[in-house]
């Protein structure tokens, strides 16, 4: 009876050391609320954030539409098209967007010949233009059209 007793004694402090507490730490979805607030905030937070908003998917089906985020305040076409010159980008579809008061918004939205070249582009994600990394999303025709109005910066 008392070989009984302890059984369950021993699995139970077992599952609460290690194995118990670790997954959920991880997760943070049930853990204290500290160590969830820690997790959006730092680096791999924003990203986990992005995910479920839809506004920066990094996977799913490829259109050749890219959306670029982080370009330096002064980038061009030019760096653009450089930046991603291996994947041959159409120049046209080029879109740099400013804020209402002509400040760059540091997005910008490129399409590519072939869905494939789009896909293969999204290799450079957090390679750098000038000092800044990039970081890149799936876009899609419909968002880069919305943004072609907002792609020159506004008359004063």
Not at 30 to 42: E, I, M
Not at 74 to 88: C, I, P
Not at 112 to 137: C, N, Q, V, W
């Amino acid at each position: 009876n008392n070989h009984g007793g302890l059984v369950p004694t021993s699995s139970n402090r077992g599952g609460r050391g290690g194995s118990g507490k670790y997954p959920n730490r991880v997760g943070a979805p049930h853990g204290g609320r500290g160590s969830k607030g820690n997790y959006r905030g730092g680096g791999g937070g924003a990203n986990h954030h992005h995910h479920h908003h839809g506004g920066g998917t990094r996977d799913g089906p490829h259109t050749g539409y890219v959306r670029m985020r982080g370009l330096p305040y002064q980038a061009t076409k030019q760096d653009v098209l450089d930046f991603f010159k291996e994947y041959k980008p159409d120049e046209s579809s080029i879109l740099l967007t400013y804020r209402v008061d002509g400040r760059s918004t540091g997005e910008g939205y490129v399409m590519f010949a072939d869905p494939l070249d789009a896909k293969e582009a999204m290799t450079m994600h957090r390679s750098t233009i000038g000092s800044r990394y990039i970081e890149l999303f799936i876009s899609n025709k419909e968002e880069h059209t919305r943004n072609v109005a907002r792609s020159t910066p506004p008359l004063r």
